[in-house]
């Protein structure tokens, strides 16, 4: 699934504060509705997760994971934050954890 990246700081808050949110163990998502036909993700991992290099592999994880989803619905605007403990996971289980969020949200078809 085609989807755009959200990178600026006004754009993080709007959704902190007008959008829903759900949580497992290992990520909390914010969304909410985006009045386009668009799918925009945004992934904001702390330094107590890991280094740079975690940080990096984690954010690369999600956009493949997303990126492969074809039951996502578009017109959403995404936040992914990973907790600490999510240094561990591999592609297949964030893939379960991505799933067991998006889930809760009836964002897949």
């Known amino acids: 699934m085609n989807f755009d990246m959200i990178r600026k700081k006004e754009d993080f808050k709007k959704i902190y504060t007008r959008g829903k949110s759900f949580a497992n163990k290992k990520l909390v998502i914010y969304y909410m509705k985006n009045n386009t036909e668009d799918l925009k993700i945004g992934i904001s991992i702390s330094r107590k997760v890991g280094k740079a290099v975690v940080r990096n592999h984690?954010?690369?994880?999600?956009?493949?994971?997303?990126?492969?989803?074809?039951?996502?619905?578009?017109?959403?605007?995404?936040?992914?934050?990973?907790?600490?403990?999510?240094?561990?996971l591999d592609y297949y289980s964030m893939r379960?954890?991505?799933?067991?969020?998006?889930?809760?949200?009836?964002?897949?078809?």
């Not at 379960?96 to 078809?109: A, E, G, N, Q, Y």
């Open 96 to 109: 379960s954890s991505i799933r067991h969020v998006l889930k809760k949200t009836d964002m897949l078809v």
């Open 58 to 88: 984690l954010r690369r994880l999600i956009k493949e994971n997303i990126r492969l989803m074809k039951d996502l619905k578009s017109g959403y605007s995404i936040i992914f934050l990973a907790r600490i403990g999510s240094d561990d």
